[in-house]
C-alpha cells in the first residue's frame, strides 16, 4: 500500500495545478481589468477564457487517456502548465495572455479527467474513496496557496498580476519531473496490453491479481460510451457535475476579492479574506476525505446542501445592505459545506461510477459538464454584478434556489463506496 499512496500523491500534484490556475486569477482579474481596459464582457471572458480550453480539454482527454495511457497524457498536463505560467507571466498584450490563460485551461480540463481515474485505477475499494480524493485535496491545497502568493505579491504594483501567474512554474516543473516514477495504470494495461502486462503493476501496488479476476476488465477499447447500458451512471455524472457548479463555487473562488470590496471591505483586506476561505476548504476537504468511505458519497452530498443552501442565503443578503461586516464568516461557512460535500465527492463519483471500459470517456463527459457551466457561471458574474442593481445579491440567492433542486437529485443517486470498480454495473441495475 506505500506505493500506491506515493504514486497516488503524485498523481495528483496535477491537481494541485488544477487549483492553483483555477484561483490565481481571482488576485490578477482586477488588476488586468484597469491594465487593458476590459468593459464588463470582455473581462468576463478574459476570467472565463482558461474554462473555455478547460471544456476542450476535459472533452477530450477521455479518448487521448484511452489510445496513450495515463501516464502518457499526465506528463503532457504538467508541460502544458509549465507553458501557461511562463507565457501568462510574460504576455506583453491581452491577446497572448487569453491564449496562454487557454492552454492552463486545457490542462486544467484534462487533468480533471485523467488524475482521478488514474488514482481510481490504482486504489484498493476499501480505500478508494480517500485515494481519489487526494486529488481534491491537492486542488484546494493549489486554491489556498494561489491565494496566500496573491497576498503576498499585491503590493509589487501593477506588475503583480505577473508573478501571481507566473509563479505556477515551479509546481510544474515539480510535476513533471515526478512522473517517471508512476507505472501505467493496471486497469489499463489489462485492456491494451492483457492481464500479463497488468499484474506485474499489481503486484508493484501490493495487490496482486489473478487472471480470472481481472477478465471482466478486458474489453475492446473502442467501447462506446453513448449506449443504453450507461445511460444511469451518464444521467448520474452530468447532473451531479451540472449541480456542483450552480452552487457558485467557482464564481466565489475567482472573484473572492471583489465580492469583498462589494460588501465594503478595504482592497487589501479583500486579498487578505480569501486566505482564510483557501485554508477553510482546506481544513473540510481533509475531514470529508478522511470520512467518505465510511460515511459514503451520498450522505455528504445531503448534509453539505442543507448547510450549502443556508449560507448562501445570509450571503444574499448580506450583500443587498452596502456593509456587511459578517460577509467573511458566511462565505466560509459555505466553502466548509461544499468542500465537505461537493467538493470532496465531485471527482472521486466520477472517477468510479463507470464501468472500466468506458471510464476514461464517462469521466470526461461529467469533467466536461462540470466545466461548461463554470465558464457560463464565471463569464455571467461579472455581467450580472455591474449590470444590475442589487446584482449580488439576485446571484447568490439563484446560487441558493439551486442547491434545493441539487438536494432532490442526490436522493436519486446510488451508494458508490467499497464496490469494486468491475461490479459498477450491478450497482446501477
Given at each position: 500500500m506505500k506505493n500506491v499512496w506515493k504514486y497516488a500523491l503524485i498523481a495528483s500534484l496535477g491537481g494541485f495545478l488544477f487549483g492553483f490556475e483555477t484561483a490565481v486569477i481571482s488576485g490578477a482579474e482586477q488588476i488586468i481589468q484597469k491594465l487593458w481596459h476590459l468593459d464588463a464582457f470582455w473581462h468576463g471572458l478574459t476570467v472565463s477564457i482558461s474554462l473555455i480550453g478547460t471544456i476542450l480539454g476535459a472533452l477530450f482527454a477521455g479518448g487521448y487517456a484511452e489510445k496513450y495511457g495515463r501516464k502518457s497524457v499526465l506528463g503532457a498536463i504538467a508541460l502544458l502548465y509549465l507553458f501557461s505560467a511562463v507565457g501568462c507571466g510574460l504576455s506583453p498584450i491581452w491577446s497572448l495572455f487569453l491564449l496562454f490563460r487557454f492552454l492552463g485551461g486545457l490542462a486544467v480540463g484534462v487533468s480533471s479527467v485523467v488524475g482521478p481515474v488514474y488514482i481510481s485505477e490504482i486504489a484498493p475499494a476499501k480505500d478508494r474513496g480517500k485515494l481519489t480524493g487526494l486529488f481534491q485535496i491537492m486542488i484546494v491545497?493549489?486554491?489556498?496557496?494561489?491565494?496566500?502568493?496573491?497576498?503576498?505579491?499585491?503590493?509589487?504594483?501593477?506588475?503583480?498580476?505577473?508573478?501571481?501567474?507566473?509563479?505556477?512554474?515551479?509546481?510544474?516543473?515539480?510535476?513533471?519531473?515526478?512522473?517517471?516514477?508512476?507505472?501505467?495504470?493496471?486497469?489499463?494495461?489489462?485492456?491494451?496490453?492483457?492481464?500479463?502486462?497488468?499484474?506485474?503493476?499489481?503486484?508493484?501496488?501490493?495487490?496482486?491479481?489473478?487472471?480470472?479476476?481481472?477478465?471482466?476488465?478486458?474489453?475492446?477499447?473502442?467501447?462506446?460510451?453513448?449506449?443504453?447500458?450507461y445511460s444511469k451512471p451518464i444521467f448520474f455524472a452530468v447532473m451531479l457535475a451540472f449541480f456542483n457548479q450552480m452552487t457558485g463555487i467557482n464564481a466565489i473562488l475567482y472573484y473572492a476579492p471583489r465580492i469583498f470590496e462589494m460588501a465594503g471591505f478595504e482592497a487589501q483586506l479583500a486579498y487578505l479574506q480569501p486566505?482564510?476561505?483557501?485554508?477553510?476548504?482546506?481544513?473540510?476537504?481533509?475531514?470529508?476525505?478522511?470520512?467518505?468511505?465510511?460515511?459514503?458519497?451520498?450522505?455528504?452530498?445531503?448534509?453539505?446542501?442543507?448547510?450549502?443552501?443556508?449560507?448562501?442565503?445570509?450571503?444574499?443578503?448580506?450583500?443587498?445592505?452596502?456593509?456587511?461586516?459578517?460577509?467573511?464568516?458566511?462565505?466560509?461557512?459555505?466553502?466548509?459545506?461544499?468542500?465537505?460535500?461537493?467538493?470532496?465527492?465531485?471527482?472521486?463519483?466520477?472517477?468510479?461510477?463507470?464501468?472500466?471500459?468506458?471510464?476514461?470517456?464517462?469521466?470526461?463527459?461529467?469533467?466536461?459538464?462540470?466545466?461548461?457551466?463554470?465558464?457560463?457561471?464565471?463569464?455571467?458574474?461579472?455581467?450580472?454584478?455591474?449590470?444590475?442593481?442589487?446584482?449580488?445579491?439576485?446571484?447568490?440567492?439563484?446560487?441558493?434556489l439551486m442547491v434545493v433542486l441539487s438536494f432532490v437529485f442526490i436522493l436519486l443517486l446510488p451508494e458508490t463506496k467499497g464496490r469494486a470498480l468491475e461490479s459498477m454495473k450491478e450497482t446501477l441495475q
Open positions: 491545497t493549489g486554491i489556498f496557496v494561489a491565494y496566500l502568493t496573491n497576498f503576498l505579491f499585491a503590493g509589487l504594483g501593477e506588475q503583480a498580476w505577473r508573478y501571481m501567474l507566473g509563479i505556477m512554474a515551479l509546481p510544474a516543473v515539480l510535476f513533471y519531473a515526478l512522473l517517471r516514477i508512476l507505472p501505467e495504470s493496471p486497469r489499463w494495461l489489462a485492456i491494451h496490453k492483457g492481464t500479463a502486462a497488468a499484474n506485474v503493476v499489481f503486484a508493484r501496488l501490493g495487490q496482486p491479481t489473478s487472471t480470472a479476476e481481472m477478465e471482466p476488465t478486458k474489453r475492446q477499447p473502442a467501447t462506446a460510451l453513448w449506449q443504453k447500458q486566505i482564510f476561505i483557501g485554508g477553510t476548504n482546506v481544513l473540510f476537504t481533509l475531514l470529508g476525505m478522511s470520512i467518505i468511505d465510511r460515511v459514503g458519497r451520498k450522505k455528504l452530498l445531503l448534509l453539505g446542501a442543507i448547510g450549502m443552501f443556508f449560507f448562501l442565503l445570509l450571503t444574499a443578503f448580506g450583500l443587498k445592505g452596502e456593509h456587511s461586516p459578517f460577509l467573511l464568516y458566511y462565505i466560509i461557512g459555505f466553502i466548509g459545506c461544499f468542500a465537505l460535500s461537493q467538493g470532496a465527492v465531485i471527482w472521486v463519483f466520477l472517477a468510479e461510477i463507470f464501468p472500466n471500459e468506458v471510464r476514461a470517456k464517462g469521466s470526461s463527459l461529467g469533467s466536461t459538464t462540470h466545466w461548461v457551466f463554470a465558464a457560463i457561471i464565471s463569464w455571467l458574474f461579472p455581467v450580472v454584478v455591474e449590470g444590475f442593481e442589487q446584482g449580488g445579491f439576485y446571484i447568490f440567492l439563484f446560487y441558493a
